[in-house]
């Protein structure tokens, strides 16, 4: 089974860039799709990003569409999530999810649909 561990948070201004890293140990970690997610303070998790097995595919919130950029490295077992032009509302704890599917170009952005969570890095992004 994998586990699944964020990094690369932090506090950063209004504009700024940031990129969060997650590390799965385990095995087969190419057999996953996964994804991004968020949780605001008082708000419901929200979708971010998500990236299929093959990386060929992708798929963004509205929200983060045009500044974010999801990416894997399955030789790493890392996914990323680049950040740019960010704005305060985009102040949360950010968690990376993984799904085993068979399809290498399937995605979703269903939370339900993802199995393991790691534990969240938080983003802060200051005005």
């Known amino acids: 089974q994998v586990q699944l561990v964020e990094s690369g948070g932090g506090l950063v201004q209004a504009g700024g860039s940031l990129r969060l890293s997650c590390a799965a140990s385990?095995?087969?970690?190419?057999?996953?799709?996964m994804g991004w997610f968020r949780r605001a303070p008082g708000k419901e998790r929200e979708f971010v990003a998500t990236?299929?097995?093959?990386?060929?595919?992708?798929y963004y919130g509205d929200s983060v569409k045009g500044r974010f950029s999801i990416s894997r490295d399955n030789a790493k077992n890392t996914v990323y999530l680049q950040m740019v032009s960010l704005k305060p509302e985009d102040t949360a704890v950010y968690y990376c999810?993984?799904?085993?599917?068979?399809?290498?170009?399937?995605?979703?952005?269903?939370?339900?649909?993802?199995?393991?969570w790691g534990q969240g890095t938080q983003v802060t992004v200051s005005s």
């Open positions: 999810a993984a799904d085993f599917v068979l399809s290498p170009d399937y995605y979703t952005d269903l939370v339900n649909k993802y199995d393991l």
């Open positions: 385990g095995r087969a970690f190419s057999n996953y799709v």
């Open positions: 990236i299929s097995r093959s990386g060929r595919s992708t």
